[in-house]
């Protein structure tokens, strides 16, 4: 078992996948979890089975793409909870197009969603942590994000950006201990890429760049974050891991 010791997580993207997996392994560990998504339904949901199987969980329902509903959602949680330890930033969608047919208003989806999210979490709920000179952050980048995809320029900038913000904030708040780093998934099962881990064709094409020659499970990222937001990651920070198979070797 990975040490915790009375620890607070808040996970966006709870509602399902990789977000959902994280909720629950935190909550395993201890870990009273705040499971936030725009779905009040699903959040509520996951933090519902965590509760019934003896964990400690609270659902959230914010569109964290609202920078001002995440201020609010923020002030709210710091009112109840002494502070918020630990903040895994996993929200995220996509919006894929070639570039000359990608639209405005996806583009600019994808960037709040996935990356300014971010900015607003952890500009809200840090302070304490610093103050506290305790803190977990990690941020669910992608290989995307580091390798670049075609017809996913705004996910992979979206993805790019997290890493950087990653690196900047590891080394603003590392005087008071709070460590930030970056989980960077590859292909991993979940609904969001059903379509292509469902097609036979597709997925052989995949998976020819993946050395491992499986696409990933939900709790692969889940174990990886887990560990970073425990006692044993004191002295990582600033660091990508990337849960691919091999394909950024």
Not at 156 to 179: C, D, P, Q, W, Y
Not at 200 to 223: H, S
Request: charged share 20%; proline share 2%.
């Amino acid at each position: 078992m990975l040490t915790f010791t009375n620890r607070t997580a808040l996970v966006t993207g709870a509602g399902r996948g990789i977000g959902k997996a994280i909720a629950e392994t935190l909550a395993r560990h201890g870990v009273t979890v705040i499971c936030v998504s725009k779905s009040a339904d699903s959040c509520g949901a996951v933090a519902a089975a965590i509760t019934a199987s003896g964990g400690k969980a609270k659902a959230l329902a914010v569109d964290v793409a609202d920078g001002a509903a995440v201020a609010k959602a923020a002030e709210q949680l710091l009112a109840e909870f002494p502070t918020i330890d630990i903040l895994v930033n996993n929200a995220g969608i996509t919006r894929d197009g070639l570039l000359f047919r990608m639209s405005s208003d996806d583009w600019d989806a994808v960037i709040q969603t996935n990356l300014s999210s971010c900015f607003h979490w952890t500009k809200h709920l840090a302070r304490p942590m610093t103050r506290a000179r305790w803190g977990r952050i990690v941020n669910m980048a992608s290989v995307s994000g580091i390798m670049g995809n075609a017809g996913q320029a705004n996910y992979s900038a979206a993805k790019a950006g997290m890493i950087g913000l990653t690196k900047s904030l590891a080394r603003e708040f590392a005087s008071r201990s709070v460590t930030v780093n970056a989980v960077a998934p590859g292909f991993i099962k979940t609904d969001m890429t059903t379509e292509f881990v469902n097609n036979p064709e597709v997925a052989a094409k995949i998976l020819e760049a993946v050395p491992l020659k499986r696409f990933g499970e939900a709790a692969d990222i889940a174990n990886v974050t887990a560990f970073l937001c425990s006692e044993e990651a004191g002295y990582i920070t600033g660091q990508v891991f990337s849960v691919d198979g091999g394909m950024a070797m």
